[in-house]
């Protein structure tokens, strides 16, 4: 079956350590995406990739970074930095960047860092 | 600025009765329009999308939405609710922006269903 898996469904850190989201999928997409959902704020964009080896920062980059090396992957990492990482995670893919390509999410990783 | 406000965070309605989630979006141009679905824990679904011609569309699960131009709005309809129907529901909007093309989301109205 074609769809996006993240893992771990649910992750726990200490203060001050990095922690990576792992993000794939197998529909082929050229686009995929990362964000951050709170209760009661909707969904956030964190980056966003069009294709392979690029991406670019979304509304709340910073504490964050990706990588895109494989046009199936797109790894999450939360640095140190970021001021309150505590959050559910949810990665995304499009066909492509354009044309109201819908989005296909996967299950999201809810992460705890305490 | 380009936006989208759900302006009911919560509704409760009888399982039986219908259903009107409301959605408005403000955007320069006809935007692409989705409506999500997202059971608690889980990722968004996407229930129906609108992209130009017959403005009441036909989504899966029983739903559909109209899109109003002369109102800015997508709202979400559904005759009868069922039990399974209660999750959060989620309109978007996507369309270019600043020389990208960008998705975005509405805060949500989360739907409980009384039996």
């Known amino acids: 079956d074609g769809g996006i898996t993240q893992s771990p469904k649910y992750l726990f850190r200490k203060e001050g350590q990095n922690v990576t989201l792992s993000c794939e999928q197998n529909?082929?997409?050229?686009?995929m995406y990362w964000y951050r959902q709170d209760p009661g704020q909707g969904l956030r964009l964190i980056y966003y990739?069009?294709?392979?080896?690029?991406?670019q920062k979304g509304d709340i980059a910073e504490g964050y970074s990706v990588s895109r090396e494989k046009k199936e992957s797109f790894p999450l990492t939360v640095t140190s930095a970021q001021k309150n990482p505590t959050a559910f995670y949810l990665c995304?893919?499009?066909?492509?960047?354009?044309?109201?390509?819908?989005?296909?999410f996967g299950p999201g990783t809810r992460l705890t860092v305490t | 600025a380009q936006s989208v406000t759900q302006p009911d965070i919560h509704i409760t309605v009888s399982e039986g009765a219908s259903l009107e989630l409301r959605c408005n979006y403000s955007?320069?141009?006809?935007?692409?329009l989705f409506w999500y679905v997202q059971s608690p824990g889980q990722g968004l679904q996407l229930l129906l999308k609108?992209?130009?011609?017959?403005?009441l569309v036909q989504g899966i699960k029983g739903f559909e939405a109209e899109f109003k131009r002369s109102q800015s709005s997508f709202n979400l309809r559904k005759p009868s609710v069922h039990w399974s129907d209660a999750a959060e529901y989620f309109c978007?909007?996507?369309?270019?922006?600043?020389?990208?093309?960008?998705?975005?989301f509405g805060t949500g109205t989360r739907l409980k269903v009384l039996a």
């Open positions: 995304a893919s499009s066909h492509r960047l354009a044309g109201g390509s819908e989005q296909y």
């Open positions: 529909l082929n997409h050229d686009a």
């Open positions: 990739s069009q294709i392979v080896n690029d991406f």
């Open positions: 955007y320069g141009a006809t935007p692409y």
């Open positions: 609108y992209f130009s011609g017959d403005t």
């Open positions: 978007a909007v996507g369309g270019p922006t600043s020389g990208t093309y960008k998705y975005i």
